[in-house]
C-alpha cells in the first residue's frame, strides 16, 4: 500500500508542478509589475522603472533574476510552506489560506456527504424500482435540479425560504456547518452534483443486479434487502466512489461563486480578491492549495478500491 501511495504521488506531482507553472507564467507575464502593485496606493513616482529606489527594491525582490530562477524559488519555498506575502495588504499569503481553507473545506466535505447520504439510496431505490414511478420521479427530479444552474438555485432559495416562507434567516457569512445558516448554502452546494450520483448509482445497480452471482443469491431465497446490501451494494460503491471524488473536487475548486453569493470568507473569495487586486501571490496560493488538495482527494478515492472491491488489491499490488 504504501509503495502504491509513493507510485500515485509520483505520478501526479509532475502534473501539479506543471498546472503551477502555467499559473505562474501567467501571473508573471500578464499580472503586471508586483512593486506597482504593491505601491499602487502611494501618490509618488518613486515605484516607477527607472527610479533608482525602484531598481533596489525590485532587486533586493529578486524580480530580476529569469523567470525559471524565480519560480524554481517559488516551488523551494512552497514547498517549505512559506508562500509569500500578499501584494495588497503585505499579509502572509498562509496566514490568510489558513484562516480561508478550513472554511471551504467544511463546506466541501459536509456537501459530499449530504450528496452520498441522499444520492446513493435515491439512486439504488431508482433501480429497483425500473420504469415505475418511483424510478420516473427520482430521475425527473434529478434532471430538474441538474438543468438549473447556481447562480439561479442560490437566489430562487432565498427568495423562497427567506422571503417568501420566511422559515430561515438570510445567509451571510459563516458561522459552522452546525447552523441555519448553513442550511441554504449546503443546499445549494449539494443539489446538481447529486443529480449525477443519482444516475450513477442507479446505472451500477442495474448492471450489478444483472450478475450472475445475484440471480444466484435470490434463487437460495435470501430476502431481498440482504441481497441489495450484502451482495450488490458493494461493487456498486466503486464507480459511486469515483463520482465522489470528481464531485468532491469540484466543490473544492468551484467555491467561488456559491462564497461570493453567501458571503463566505473561504478560499474562493481570496481567489476573487487576487483577481480584483492583482495580487498573484495571493492567486498563486489559492491554486497550490487546491491542486494539493485535488490531487489527496484522488489518492484516497485511489486506496478506497480495494477496500470496496477485493479484487482490485492485486491490480495495486502489480501496479507500477
Not at 501567467?26 to 508586483?34: A, K, N, T
Not at 533596489?56 to 512552497?78: H, I, S
Not at 423562497?160 to 445567509?171: A, G, K, M
Amino acid at each position: 500500500m504504501i509503495r502504491f501511495i509513493l507510485l500515485r504521488l509520483l505520478r501526479w506531482l509532475p502534473g501539479v508542478l506543471l498546472l503551477l507553472l502555467i499559473v505562474y507564467a501567467l501571473m508573471f507575464y500578464g499580472g503586471g509589475d508586483p512593486i506597482q502593485i504593491m505601491f499602487s496606493r502611494e501618490a509618488t513616482d518613486l515605484f516607477q522603472p527607472g527610479n533608482p529606489r525602484y531598481e533596489a527594491l525590485k532587486d533586493k525582490m529578486g524580480l530580476n533574476r529569469p523567470f525559471l530562477v524565480q519560480f524554481g524559488d517559488y516551488v523551494w519555498k512552497a514547498a517549505q510552506g512559506d508562500l509569500g506575502l500578499s501584494l495588497a495588504d503585505g499579509r502572509p499569503v498562509m496566514e490568510s489560506i489558513s484562516a480561508a481553507f478550513p472554511i471551504t473545506l467544511s463546506i466541501a466535505l459536509a456537501a459530499t456527504a449530504i450528496i452520498a447520504l441522499v444520492g446513493i439510496p435515491l439512486g439504488v431505490i431508482a433501480a429497483l424500482n425500473q420504469n415505475h414511478w418511483p424510478d420516473n420521479l427520482i430521475l425527473g427530479g434529478a434532471l430538474f435540479f441538474w438543468g438549473i444552474p447556481t447562480f439561479v438555485i442560490a437566489p430562487l432559495l432565498m427568495v423562497l425560504l427567506c422571503l417568501q416562507f420566511p422559515i430561515l434567516p438570510v445567509p451571510h457569512g459563516w458561522t459552522g456547518v452546525f447552523t441555519v445558516n448553513a442550511i441554504i448554502p449546503l443546499t445549494v452546494a449539494a443539489i446538481r452534483p447529486m443529480a449525477i450520483v443519482i444516475r450513477q448509482a442507479r446505472s451500477a445497480v442495474l448492471d450489478v443486479l444483472s450478475e450472475d452471482y445475484i440471480r444466484t443469491a435470490r434463487a437460495k431465497g435470501l430476502p431481498e434487502w440482504v441481497t441489495i446490501t450484502k451482495h450488490a451494494l458493494r461493487p456498486v460503491l466503486t464507480p459511486v466512489v469515483t463520482q465522489m471524488g470528481v464531485v468532491m473536487t469540484n466543490l473544492l475548486a468551484g467555491s467561488l461563486l456559491l462564497e461570493i453569493v453567501f458571503g463566505i470568507p473561504g478560499i474562493g473569495r481570496l481567489i476573487r480578491d487576487g483577481i480584483l487586486n492583482n495580487d498573484y501571490s495571493l492567486l498563486l496560493g489559492c491554486v497550490l492549495v487546491v491542486l494539493t488538495m485535488v490531487t489527496l482527494t484522488n489518492l484516497l478515492v485511489d486506496i478506497s478500491y480495494p477496500l470496496l472491491d477485493p479484487r482490485l488489491k492485486q491490480a495495486q499490488r502489480g501496479d507500477v
